[in-house]
């Protein structure tokens, strides 16, 4: 009875795997004619219901990838990419795709990761590799509400990104001036974001942002007050992934704006719902440890054309010294901010060249009259790639 369990048993593994090299075939078949068809939609369906079953292959992978491609969906194709390397990880002409795709799905620290690497073995040309080298100029006016409190306030900031081999890396220098019932301010700040891409879609990124302010032609009662000036600093450390087509981070960020020493957590979300990046939604929220206080902001972007992107934005805020933007923005003021309302319009006006308008309106609450007042920013930005 035991020896006949046994061949019965043997049998059945035999036969299941007959009918599984039979459907194998078959689905191999009907996906090389769906694929010489440029049935794209069909080319995905079959690879996504033959990869539920357990049995995606790598030429399976590639047709469904280059059918995402072709139908503007790098998020899909990103994955089906990772599928394909899996049982062949120095497959060249995949990781050439993979390099591309990186850089249609925003995710810039791995595509200068795997660039630097097909650089070095040659797979890539310099020729052909995807520019990273960025410099960008922005220029723009809080021009405020209430002018018996604080006139306008103008800013400038020059930035560049760069890699270290295959870590990238942002610096950006801004100088902002404003003239004030308490005097006139002067800042200058120094900012640095360096990432580093990890395996399975991991990212790490350090984040340093210094900040030194002078104040000048104040009312004499301020002398020896320690508000005539500061250096301040913000320190960051976060990670994020990406699955699918969702972002996933969390920021833990350092800070004595203003003196007040806080830890602010912060934690958000991207989706991309069409697998691409015509529309972007995101949503943060923002937790300062000290003041139990939580921040959130909202996001749309949306490209109705590829040379064209929309950014709508608003923030809900209702305190003071935190930051945005992985800590770029810095809400170092003496009021409160209420809220943010902006809109920024950007347009391809060459191949690495684009010009940015912003549009905001900042609601906020001086410190000391307990009044409202609102600053309406306006601001052009150049950025150009090479």
């Not at 933007?325 to 809400?331: D, G």
Request: aromatic share 12%.
């Amino acid at each position: 009875m035991h020896k006949l369990t046994i061949l019965f048993l043997l049998c059945f593994a035999f036969a299941g795997a007959n009918s599984q090299v039979y459907y194998i075939s078959g689905a191999d078949s009907l996906l090389k004619k769906e694929y010489n068809n440029g049935s794209w939609k069909n080319v995905i369906q079959i690879t996504d219901s033959i990869h539920k079953i357990g049995m995606g292959y790598h030429e399976a992978y590639e047709m469904a990838a280059d059918a995402a491609y072709i139908l503007n969906k790098p998020f899909k194709q990103h994955t089906y990419l990772q599928h394909a390397l899996q049982d062949y990880p120095t497959d060249s002409s995949v990781l050439l795709k993979l390099a591309y795709c990186l850089w249609a799905t925003k995710q810039y620290s791995h595509g200068t990761k795997i660039q630097y690497k097909l650089l070095k073995e040659g797979i890539l040309s310099e020729q052909n590799k995807v520019k990273i080298n960025v410099v960008n100029f922005d220029i723009g006016s809080k021009i405020s509400s209430n002018t018996s409190l604080y006139n306008n306030l103008n800013f400038v900031s020059v930035g560049t990104t760069f890699p270290i081999k295959f870590i990238l890396t942002y610096h950006g220098i801004t100088y902002l001036r404003q003239k004030s019932f308490y005097g006139d301010i002067a800042q200058i700040q120094y900012y640095l974001n360096s990432a580093i891409a990890l395996k399975k879609g991991w990212k790490i990124s350090g984040i340093v942002h210094l900040a030194e302010y002078n104040l000048t032609n104040y009312p004499a009662d301020l002398t020896g007050n320690q508000i005539l000036s500061g250096d301040q600093y913000v320190l960051g450390l976060g990670t994020s992934k990406l699955y699918r087509n969702c972002l996933f981070g969390v920021d833990v960020i350092k800070s004595n704006l203003n003196y007040k020493n806080q830890l602010q957590i912060s934690s958000g979300i991207t989706y991309y719902p069409l697998n691409n990046t015509k529309i972007i939604l995101n949503i943060d929220a923002n937790y300062l440890t000290e003041k139990s206080h939580t921040i959130t902001s909202y996001r749309l972007t949306y490209s109705p054309i590829k040379s064209l992107n929309l950014n709508l934005s608003y923030l809900q805020a209702n305190t003071r010294n935190f930051t945005e933007q992985n800590a770029f923005l810095l809400h170092n003021s003496f009021d409160i901010t209420r809220n943010k309302y902006a809109l920024s319009v950007t347009q391809h006006i060459s191949k690495n060249m684009r010009i940015t308008g912003l549009f905001q309106l900042e609601n906020k609450i001086e410190t000391i009259s307990n009044s409202n007042y609102q600053y309406t920013i306006i601001g052009i930005g150049i950025k150009n790639i090479f």
